[in-house]
C-alpha cells in the first residue's frame, strides 16, 4: 500500500507540473481564427478588412490610432500642435522607435509614408483620406510638418485608419509578403491558405504586450468553423461567421460570447454608372424589394441592425431612415413598370466570401425575383471580388460589410466603385472636412445621409453586429469594432 501511495504522489506531482508547464505556454501565446485571409500584407495598398485584422497596431502602426472605444490616442506620434488657421499640424514623433528591421523610425518615414500615400500614381484603397495635403515637411529627425490646403477637422482620425500607418521605404519592393512595421509585434511567417504567424517585437519602443506569439488560422467554411472552436483548436474565432451556434457556445463554460457593435455598413452594392442602375427609380424599386429583418434573420440569426443609409446606428449624428426604402413589392413593381421594365431585367450578384454575403445574397436574389428582377449568383473569391468588383467596376449588384470607420465619405468619390456622382454631396463632404465644431458636423453628418438615402445610391440592408467567440481565459478582446483589428496588444490569459 505505501508502494502503491509513492507511486501516486510521483503521478501526482508529475501530473501537477505538466499542467503548469502547459498552462505557462497557453498563457504566452494564443491562436485566432479569421474566417478571411488577406490577400496580401500591406494595408496601404489594398481595401481588404482582413490585412488590418492582423497587422492593425501589431505590426503596422500610425501617427495616431484608434482603442477599442473608438476614441483617437497618440501613436508614433506622442503629441502635436495645430496652427491657429488649422491648416499646419506639427507632430512630435516618439524617441527611440525602430521598424523591425533595426532601422530608426523618423520623421523622414512619416514623409515618405505620406508622400507615397497622396501620390498620383498612389494605390492607396483609401486615397482620399489624404487629398488635402498640401506638404510633408521635416524639422529635424523627431518633427514632421503637415501642412493642408484648407482646415481639416478629420485628420487625426484619418491618420489613425490602417491605410495611414508609416512604413520604411526599404522595405517596400517586400512589404506584401514581408511586411517590416514599428508594433509590438513581428512578421514571422505566412503559410498561403493557412496561417499567418507574429512573434513579440522584444526591442519594442512601448510597454511589452503579455503574449509572447500569435497565429492567425483562416477557415472559411461556417460548419468548419463551429467544430474547429468546439474542439479548441483555436482560443478565439473574431467575427464567428456561424451565429445559429452562438447559444451552444454561450450555454457552454468553456467559452465566451462576445456581441458588440461594428462598423461595418452591410449594403446591396449597386453599380450607378451601369444601365438600368443609373435610373433613380430602378434603384428605389431594388431598395423597396428587399425585406431587412428577413435577410438579419435569415443570414445573421437576428444579429444585426436595419439601417436605411451609409451611417452606424451607434454614432450621435445617426437619423433613422429605414422608412425611406421600407419593403413594399408592390411600389417596387411599380416603379419599374414607370422606368420601362414592367417585365424587369437581368443582372449579376457578386457574393465573396462572408457568410453575411453568401447567406444574404440567397435571400435577396430571392426577394428581387419576387418583383421580377433576376439576379444571378457570382461567388466570387476576396482577392476576386477586389480585382473585378472593387477595381474592375465589373458588377451590378455585390454585397459588402463597409468596415472602415465612419465612411460616408466614399460617396464623394465619382471613381469609387459603386459610381455615384453627386456634386452636392461632394461640396456637403468639403464643408464637413473644414467643419471643426462638433455640432455643426453633426448636422453636415445628417444631411449626408439624408441625400444618399433619397438617392438610393444602394441597397442598404443592416449594420454588422461583430460576434465572436472565445475561450473563457481569454481577456482584453475588443467587444467591439471601431476599425478592422485584432489588437494583440491588449489580450492575455487569465490567471
Keep these: 500500500m505505501g508502494i502503491f501511495d509513492s507511486r501516486s504522489v510521483k503521478l501526482a506531482g508529475a501530473l501537477v507540473a505538466g499542467l503548469w508547464w502547459s498552462t505557462a505556454h497557453a498563457q504566452s501565446d494564443i491562436t485566432i481564427a479569421l474566417q478571411l485571409e488577406p490577400p496580401h500584407l500591406d494595408p496601404t495598398s489594398a481595401a481588404a478588412q482582413a490585412i488590418d485584422s492582423v497587422l492593425y497596431t501589431n505590426v503596422f502602426e500610425g501617427l495616431t490610432r484608434f482603442m477599442g472605444d473608438g476614441s483617437i490616442v497618440p501613436g508614433l506620434a506622442e503629441s502635436w500642435e495645430i496652427s491657429d488657421d488649422g491648416k499646419t499640424y506639427t507632430f512630435k514623433l516618439r524617441e527611440g522607435v525602430s521598424f523591425h528591421d533595426g532601422a530608426p523610425m523618423s520623421a523622414e518615414d512619416v514623409k515618405f509614408s505620406l508622400d507615397r500615400a497622396r501620390a498620383e500614381d498612389s494605390a492607396n484603397a483609401q486615397k482620399a483620406l489624404f487629398d488635402g495635403i498640401a506638404e510633408v515637411t521635416v524639422l529635424d529627425p523627431l518633427t514632421v510638418q503637415v501642412t493642408l490646403a484648407n482646415p481639416n477637422g478629420s485628420l487625426l482620425f484619418n491618420l489613425a485608419w490602417g491605410d495611414a500607418v508609416i512604413v520604411s521605404e526599404a522595405s517596400i519592393a517586400d512589404i506584401k509578403t514581408n511586411p517590416v512595421g514599428t508594433g509590438a509585434y513581428k512578421f514571422a511567417e505566412w503559410v498561403q491558405g493557412d496561417r499567418i504567424e507574429l512573434t513579440r517585437n522584444d526591442a519594442y519602443w512601448g510597454d511589452a504586450p503579455a503574449l509572447e506569439s500569435a497565429t492567425f488560422k483562416f477557415i472559411?467554411?461556417?460548419?468548419?468553423?463551429?467544430a474547429a472552436v468546439m474542439a479548441e483548436d483555436v482560443d478565439v474565432f473574431d467575427n464567428f461567421p456561424a451565429p445559429e451556434n452562438l447559444p451552444q457556445f454561450e450555454a457552454d463554460p468553456r467559452f465566451q460570447v462576445l456581441v458588440g457593435s461594428?462598423?461595418?455598413?452591410?449594403?446591396?452594392?449597386?453599380?450607378?454608372?451601369?444601365?438600368?442602375?443609373?435610373?433613380?427609380?430602378?434603384r428605389q424599386a431594388i431598395a423597396h424589394a428587399i425585406d431587412r429583418q428577413a435577410i438579419i434573420d435569415g443570414a445573421m440569426f437576428g444579429y444585426g441592425t436595419p439601417i436605411g443609409s451609409h451611417f452606424a446606428p451607434h454614432h450621435p449624428a445617426y437619423v433613422d431612415l429605414t422608412g425611406n426604402s421600407?419593403?413594399?413589392?408592390?411600389?417596387?413593381?411599380?416603379?419599374?413598370?414607370?422606368?420601362?421594365?414592367?417585365d424587369g431585367f437581368e443582372t449579376t450578384l457578386h457574393l465573396p466570401p462572408p457568410s453575411y454575403a453568401r447567406r444574404g445574397g440567397e435571400i435577396v436574389a430571392a426577394q428581387l425575383a419576387e418583383v421580377g428582377i433576376?439576379?444571378?449568383?457570382?461567388?466570387?473569391?476576396?482577392?476576386?471580388?477586389?480585382?473585378s468588383v472593387f477595381k474592375g467596376k465589373n458588377f451590378g449588384l455585390t454585397i459588402v460589410s463597409h468596415t472602415e470607420p465612419m465612411d460616408i465619405g466614399i460617396y464623394a468619390r465619382p471613381d469609387y466603385y459603386f459610381q455615384y456622382d453627386n456634386p452636392e454631396f461632394q461640396t456637403l463632404m468639403e464643408t464637413l472636412n473644414t467643419t471643426t465644431d462638433p455640432a455643426e458636423r453633426d448636422a453636415l453628418l445628417k444631411q449626408a445621409q439624408q441625400i444618399i438615402a433619397e438617392d438610393y445610391v444602394n441597397g442598404f440592408l443592416f449594420q454588422w453586429a461583430k460576434l465572436s467567440v472565445a475561450k473563457a481565459g481569454v481577456q482584453g478582446l475588443w467587444a467591439d469594432a471601431p476599425t478592422a483589428a485584432i489588437d494583440l496588444t491588449s489580450i492575455s490569459w487569465s490567471e
Design 374 to 387: 433576376t439576379a444571378e449568383i457570382i461567388n466570387v473569391e476576396w482577392a476576386q471580388w477586389l480585382e
Design 262 to 282: 461594428n462598423e461595418g455598413e452591410t449594403i446591396l452594392s449597386t453599380n450607378n454608372k451601369q444601365p438600368p442602375f443609373d435610373d433613380i427609380r430602378v
Design 326 to 342: 421600407a419593403f413594399d413589392p408592390e411600389k417596387s413593381k411599380a416603379l419599374l413598370a414607370e422606368a420601362g421594365m414592367a
Design 220 to 226: 472559411s467554411d461556417p460548419t468548419a468553423a463551429f
